[in-house]
């Protein structure tokens, strides 16, 4: 059998004459293990696979409160929130599912923005579907330029309020 993380593919042009085929399968032979119960994980945050813009954070965050930053660009974008596995892992700011990457979700906006992320490859295997890749980090030299579309260098505490003011006016 096979997964497709969601998102992956575009739909099929319904006028191509292919409909698909779906085909019952008997039931799997009894297995020794007993089901005693079933519980489903509570979700902690919303699905960001589905978002079209994620603005996601790194460790250039200094503190929790001001992850209002990114949340106002959040939303003067229309989008949701992501983060690095620091983020989530390490400093417990936001909730597991969040985390974007190689043990995180990997995600495929139309717009991600990378506030004070350096990069790594673990997080960018989790970014590399995204149509438009922009990020916003003080080090010119961090790897995140690599694979960005648009880049500020610049301190996230003093480029995402202006951008966040301008994208206010349209
Ligand atoms: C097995 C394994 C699996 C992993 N899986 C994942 C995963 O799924 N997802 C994931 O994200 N990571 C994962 N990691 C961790 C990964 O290797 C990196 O450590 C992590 O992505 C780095 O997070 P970061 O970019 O937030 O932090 P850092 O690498 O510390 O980068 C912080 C960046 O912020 C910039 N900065 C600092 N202050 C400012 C400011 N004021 N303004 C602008 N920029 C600023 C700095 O220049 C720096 O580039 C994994 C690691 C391992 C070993």
């Keep these: 059998m096979a997964t ?5 593919f575009e739909p099929t042009a319904a006028e191509d004459g292919r409909n698909g085929h779906i085909r019952e399968l008997s039931a799997p032979p009894p297995s020794a293990v007993k089901v005693l119960e079933r519980k489903v994980k509570a979700r902690e945050a919303k699905n960001i696979n589905e978002a079209r813009v994620v603005v996601s954070v790194g460790r250039g965050i200094e503190k929790k409160e001001d992850l209002a930053i990114a949340r106002e660009l959040a939303d003067v974008l229309g989008g949701e929130i992501g983060c690095t596995r620091p983020i989530s892992e390490e ?37 590399r579907n995204a ?40």
């Design 91 to 127: 400093m417990h700011w936001l909730p597991e599912e969040l985390c974007i990457g190689l043990s995180g979700v990997q995600i495929k906006p139309d717009l991600y923005v990378g506030l004070g992320i350096s990069g790594q490859i673990q997080h960018v295997t989790g970014i």
């Design 131 to 170: 149509r438009v890749i922009c990020a916003i980090n003080k080090d010119e030299n961090a790897p995140v330029f690599g694979v960005a579309d648009f880049g500020i260098v610049g301190d996230l505490y003093s480029v995402v309020p202006k951008l966040v003011q301008e994208l206010k006016k349209i």
């Design 4 to 8: 497709i993380p969601p998102r992956t």
